[in-house]
């Protein structure tokens, strides 16, 4: 008798859970796909040139206001270089570069070069930025080639 009263309980909790479970399953499936479509989009964002600029600004504003917090900065826009390769600018320039580390950010201004590490709110170094002239008009010289003969090509 025992055994006969067991089974209808167990068959009405197998007809609870068969429902359950697909409805679980369903809203996995769903989430599941709402992801893949987020990153199809996402990869189809990436490829937008104008998406990838304003994410480097973005990015650039995040690091010049961490490091703005440190110290003054000049009123000017510079160029930023995450550092790939340390050991590499350490064979480059050793004195500055001696306690750079891989994920570090230059911040090249137009007087002075600074070393920031932005993970952890430090400056590493700072160096006077000092331009060659000479350097700089060989530079606008070749440039200046370069650009007559793109535009010989091109017509």
């Not at 989009?41 to 990838?52: F, M, Q, S």
């Not at 973005?58 to 160029?79: R, V, Y």
Request: no cysteine; aromatic share 8%.
């Amino acid at each position: 008798m025992k055994e006969a009263k067991t089974l209808p309980k167990k068959k009405g909790f197998v007809k609870l859970l068969l429902p359950l479970l697909v409805v679980l399953l369903a809203g996995a499936l769903v989430y599941l796909y709402l992801q893949y479509d987020n990153a199809q989009k996402e990869i189809v964002r990436l490829g937008d040139p104008a998406y990838i600029s304003e994410m480097q600004e973005n990015q650039a504003n995040i690091t010049l206001e961490k490091l703005g917090k440190l110290m003054l900065l000049p009123d000017e826009s510079p160029t930023i270089a995450t550092i790939v390769d340390a050991d590499a600018l350490r064979g480059e320039n050793e004195l500055f570069y001696k306690d750079a580390q891989n994920d570090d950010k230059l911040i090249i201004f137009s007087d002075k070069a600074i070393l920031f590490r932005e993970s952890e709110d430090l400056i590493v170094n700072v160096a006077p930025v000092f331009l060659n002239p000479e350097a700089e008009q060989a530079t606008d010289e070749v440039v200046d080639e370069v650009a007559d003969d793109t535009q010989e090509e091109t017509f």
